[in-house]
């Protein structure tokens, strides 16, 4: 019997030009030597006119407890928690990435909703949008098992843009 899983990273939605890099299937779940990962438990959103933080709570393998990775800043006036059941898996994200105006410097994600699926009941529910701003941008929508976030934030605290890790 094989243990072989298939991950897949998205593209980058957003900024390819923020200042920091995050990346988590490697700086958490030590990837691709090994794979620690087995669900996102929690996902915190800081936004305001755009997603300023997420803060992701994964549940790791073997016991080994959960680990939070923060990216962005602390500003933005809103503040979402969604607490995933262990049931519930992360299916699907789906925002707008765009120039919002010259305050937040170059693009940005600035509106995300995430799809959340119940696999004992089978249920579905969409947490979001977070973010208000308005203006047109390019949407994005990823619809996979999601194990992992990547992306990039800027200087100035916010995030600039996403990318994700889908498992088979």
């Known amino acids: 019997m094989s243990t072989d899983i298939k991950v897949t990273q998205t593209v980058l939605y957003g900024s390819p030009d923020g200042a920091k890099a995050f990346d988590d299937l490697t700086g958490v779940a030590g990837w691709p030597v090994s794979q620690r990962l087995d669900r996102i438990k929690e996902i915190k959103v800081?936004?305001?006119?755009?997603?300023?933080?997420?803060?992701?709570?994964?549940?790791?393998?073997?016991?080994?407890?959960p680990t939070t990775q923060s990216h962005g800043g602390d500003t933005g006036a809103g503040v979402e928690d969604i607490c995933l059941a262990g049931t519930e898996r992360l299916?699907?994200?789906?925002?707008?990435?765009?120039?919002?105006?010259?305050?937040?410097g170059s693009t940005s994600i600035y509106k995300l909703s995430f799809v959340i699926a119940d696999h004992k009941n089978g249920s579905v529910k969409v947490k979001g949008p977070?973010?208000?701003?308005t203006q047109s941008g390019t949407t994005f929508s990823i619809t996979a098992n999601v194990l992992a976030f990547a992306g990039r934030t800027s200087n100035r605290n916010y995030l600039q843009?996403?990318?994700v890790y889908t498992q088979d």
């Open 161 to 163: 843009a996403l990318s």
């Open 46 to 65: 800081r936004h305001g006119d755009i997603v300023d933080n997420i803060t992701i709570t994964y549940e790791q393998q073997g016991g080994l407890g």
């Open 130 to 133: 977070f973010g208000i701003a």
């Open 91 to 104: 299916v699907g994200i789906y925002g707008v990435a765009g120039s919002v105006s010259d305050a937040y």
